[in-house]
């Protein structure tokens, strides 16, 4: 028996999910797929719909921003998730007549969106070794320029979206504005209070949608930067968590293709994922695919010998010897490490941000 790593069409809202590849890149160029959902734009990928008719694909060249005041009525999307880019209407904001270290500021006060940024933060953050009186010059000149990228036409102070309060900044989305972080974690909230109430239909939906907002590692932009390291392993675990416990709920209800679509999504989210071996494996098992069963042992396998781990060695308490009783090639059940491991099928393990 094949199986097809595509999971299940879900619509909810304002979200569409469209199916999961085992990949993390950004959407890559071709041609959009209408949602059934009127003024939004599917990818064929894992994504969320944009809040916009005929958007521009990220990958294509960016279209200088529109020269007329920002509405503030007019949609905002942001995408942080996979790499970043902002949406405002119609038009994709184009950062190349920004200066780097001015991107940089942004991507950080989007980071916090809605929460206001102290300046000696973002001097921290941009230009650590640079006398006082410079970064603070240099502070000024991004802030102006990112203002004048998002909000062409308006005049000095007149700025809507990034605000200044006090000795912070802050950058303050308009009514209606999408920034795939906060849907990411406003989607693992409903999960949490449908699992409250054993509304597993509503749960598993609340999932599908997690998982369609993250594209990939937040902000690959920015590298190793230290501003942005907690947030990008929280988001990564949380999201590896979600996959984890969707598979699991997949697996429980005897959707094994789906189950192991998840599972595999997970593993390229996080490797080291103990318990989505686990579900992966017995979902091939179960599906009657000894082959792909097979292979994912053997990766499995793989992954533990590269962290100096005897594949053959002994199980732990987190799970039995074989996942499946009826598997004549057991899967070791092996705990990778200490940090990797988390309450495995739990994505709340994780803080979330206010």
Same mark, same amino acid.
């Not at 959009?32 to 009127?38: A, D, E, L, N, R």
């Not at 007329?68 to 007549?97: H, L, N, P, Q, T």
């Not at 939906?205 to 993250?214: G, I, Q």
């Given at each position: 028996m094949e199986i097809r790593a595509v999971l299940p069409s879900w619509c909810e809202g304002n979200r569409h999910?469209?199916?999961?590849?085992?990949?993390?890149?950004?959407?890559?160029?071709?041609?959009?797929?209408?949602?059934?959902?009127?003024?939004?734009?599917?990818?064929?990928?894992?994504?969320?719909?944009?809040?916009?008719?005929?958007?521009?694909?990220?990958?294509?060249?960016?279209?200088?921003?529109?020269?007329?005041?920002?509405?503030?009525?007019?949609?905002?999307?942001?995408?942080?998730?996979?790499?970043?880019?902002?949406?405002?209407?119609?038009?994709?904001?184009?950062?190349?007549?920004?200066?780097?270290?001015?991107?940089? =500021?942004?991507?950080?006060?989007? @980071?916090?969106?809605? $929460?206001?940024?102290?300046?000696?933060?973002?001097?921290? !953050?941009? %230009?650590?070794n640079m006398p006082p009186e410079a970064a603070m010059a240099n502070l000024h000149a991004a802030v102006s320029s990112v203002r004048r990228c998002l909000e062409p036409g308006r005049?000095?102070?007149?700025?809507?979206?990034?605000?200044?309060?006090?000795?912070?900044?802050?950058?303050?989305?308009p009514t209606g504005a999408h920034l795939d972080l906060l849907a990411f974690q406003s989607a693992l909230a409903r999960w949490r209070q449908a699992r409250a109430v054993h509304d597993a239909v509503a749960a598993k =939906?609340?999932?599908?949608?997690? @998982?369609?907002?993250? $594209?990939?590692?937040?902000?690959?932009?920015?590298?190793? !930067?230290? %501003?942005?390291?907690?947030?990008?392993?929280?988001?990564?675990?949380?999201?590896?968590?979600?996959?984890?416990?969707?598979a699991k709920d997949e697996l429980d209800a005897g959707k094994f293709a789906e189950a192991a679509a998840v599972a595999e999504e997970c593993l390229v989210i996080d490797p080291f994922h103990d318990a989505c071996w686990h579900v992966l494996h017995t979902a091939y098992q179960q599906a009657g695919a000894p082959a792909a069963a097979e292979r994912a042992r053997r990766r499995y396998a793989e992954v533990l010998t590269s962290l100096g781990i005897d594949p053959a060695q002994g199980t732990s308490s987190g799970g039995s010897a074989s996942p499946d009783p009826g598997c004549t090639t057991p899967i070791p059940w092996t705990p990778i490490s200490a940090n990797r491991r988390q309450n495995a099928l739990d994505p709340a393990t994780m803080p979330i941000r206010p």
């Open positions: 999910y469209t199916g999961m590849k085992t990949t993390t890149s950004p959407p890559q160029c071709g041609t959009v797929k209408q949602c059934h959902t009127p003024q939004q734009v599917c990818y064929p990928s894992v994504g969320a719909a944009l809040p916009c008719e005929d958007a521009a694909r990220p990958g294509l060249a960016a279209q200088p921003a529109s020269p007329r005041v920002i509405d503030r009525e007019r949609s905002v999307s942001i995408r942080c998730f996979g790499g970043f880019w902002v949406a405002i209407g119609d038009m994709i904001v184009d950062w190349s007549r920004v200066r780097p270290r001015a991107r940089t =500021a942004m991507r950080l006060l989007t @980071l916090c969106a809605g $929460r206001p940024v102290h300046r000696e933060t973002l001097l921290e !953050a941009l %230009w650590p005049q000095r102070g007149e700025s809507r979206m990034v605000v200044r309060t006090g000795e912070a900044y802050l950058l303050a989305l =939906a609340a999932l599908y949608e997690a @998982l369609a907002e993250y $594209r990939g590692e937040l902000l690959p932009e920015d590298g190793p !930067a230290e %501003w942005l390291q907690h947030d990008r392993e929280m988001y990564r675990r949380q999201a590896a968590n979600a996959a984890a416990a969707l």
